[in-house]
């Protein structure tokens, strides 16, 4: 099982949407400079990914987060300056039980109980708040 640093530094970068779609199918890291909901949509088009993170940018939605939840492979998920999700992002994405790191940093639309109860499904979970 590869080290969080290491899938880190697996992260494919794809600008657009478009550079998704030419990625190959066996990706299993990617960096997006803005993490919106097309391209979460587009990011479920990767049966064995595991690494999301981007560069600082999200504009993702509790839609946007759902696709992100259907990804069963999701080890490490950056969901930082996430400002537009809310606690129900966090109860969709508590069925990934392969999650081992997630940032949660200045997402402020989140509960500290959503997040307490978080942390007490995915115990093995990393949080960055």
């Not at 199918?25 to 960096?31: E, G, L």
């Not at 400002?83 to 402020?108: H, M, P, V």
Request: glycine share 4%; proline share 4%; charged share 20%.
């Amino acid at each position: 099982m590869d080290s969080i640093e290491e899938l880190l530094l697996r992260a494919v970068p794809a600008s657009s949407v478009r550079e998704l779609e030419m990625l190959s199918p066996d990706t299993v890291a990617v960096r997006v400079p803005v993490l919106s909901d097309e391209v979460a949509a587009a990011l479920t088009r990767f049966p064995g990914l595991r690494a999301v993170v981007h560069n600082g940018n999200s504009a993702i939605t509790d839609q946007g987060v759902a696709y992100l939840a259907a990804i069963k492979t999701l080890q490490l998920l950056d969901l930082e300056w996430s400002t537009a999700i809310s606690d129900e992002s966090l109860k969709g994405l508590q069925r990934l039980t392969t999650l081992r790191w997630i940032d949660l940093s200045f997402c402020s639309r989140l509960s500290g109980a959503a997040i307490d109860e978080f942390a007490r499904v995915l115990p093995n979970c990393e949080i960055e708040t």
